[in-house]
């Protein structure tokens, strides 16, 4: 079946360094997202990308959809304490509703 | 800004027991979801309903799991007889419209303990 992956599974990085983690799907994705699950937390949809290439910002978030439409990343620049918590992509099966979710990468700073 | 919420935030309950798990999604959703993380691992899709019926199903769904809504606010999760491994957080959630995967806004969760 269809498998997202993720890497690194953690990450820990002094504050103010950046932070990047890596998805990929076994399968062409029609759009990928990505979620923000604090300790304790639940979920957060952080945003989506649709179109090949798609680059998106969120002040030092920086989202990129692959060519091929099968890998994607986050990039987090100068990270805060803010930023600790676990970063998920997910992506729709084909044809459905459902997400497939990666294994996360746990991000802990070093404040 | 609205909410899925979600009811009890943490259920203990004996091994072979039925438990129910609650939740209200949004207001306007159509869509509605459970999930379930085992602790530190990944979230993994059990249900998918809409239109008063079952839309897609996971492998871990089988027949001690049922959902409902049974009116128009609550959707609910029931596992009839319930297992040591059933114990992980459950989150509900919600989107407005479904279809390739639309974004979806999840509820705090309900932490499930088995004993």
């Known amino acids: 079946g269809q498998q997202v992956m993720q890497i690194p599974q953690y990450q820990h990085v002094q504050e103010g360094e950046d932070f990047t983690t890596y998805c990929n799907s076994s399968?062409?994705?029609?759009?990928i997202q990505w979620y923000k699950q604090r300790p304790g937390g639940h979920p957060v949809f952080l945003i989506q990308?649709?179109?090949?290439?798609e680059v998106k910002k969120q002040k030092r978030l920086t989202f990129q959809f692959g060519e091929a439409k099968k890998n994607s990343s986050l990039h987090i620049t100068a990270t805060q304490t803010t930023d600790v918590g676990t970063y998920f992509c997910?992506?729709?099966?084909?044809?459905?509703?459902?997400?497939?979710f990666g294994q996360g990468t746990r991000l802990t700073i070093n404040p | 800004e609205p909410e899925v919420t979600q009811t009890p935030s943490h259920q203990v309950t004996q091994m072979g027991q039925e438990v129910i798990l609650r939740c209200v999604p949004i207001?306007?959703?159509?869509?509605f979801y459970w999930y379930r993380q085992i602790l530190g691992q990944k979230v993994e899709f059990l249900v998918s309903?809409?239109?008063?019926?079952?839309?897609?199903k996971s492998e871990i769904f089988d027949d001690q799991f049922s959902v409902e809504r049974p009116d128009g606010s609550n959707f609910t999760l029931k596992i009839r007889s319930t297992k040591l491994e059933d114990s992980a957080m459950y989150f509900c959630?919600?989107?407005?419209?479904?279809?390739?995967?639309?974004?979806?806004?999840f509820g705090d969760g309900t932490r499930l303990s088995i004993l």
């Open positions: 959630a919600s989107s407005p419209q479904g279809g390739r995967g639309q974004p979806q806004h």
């Open positions: 399968t062409t994705l029609s759009n």
């Open positions: 990308l649709v179109k090949s290439g």
């Open positions: 997910a992506g729709p099966l084909r044809g459905a509703q459902k997400l497939v």
């Open positions: 207001s306007n959703h159509l869509y």
């Open positions: 309903f809409y239109n008063n019926e079952i839309s897609e």
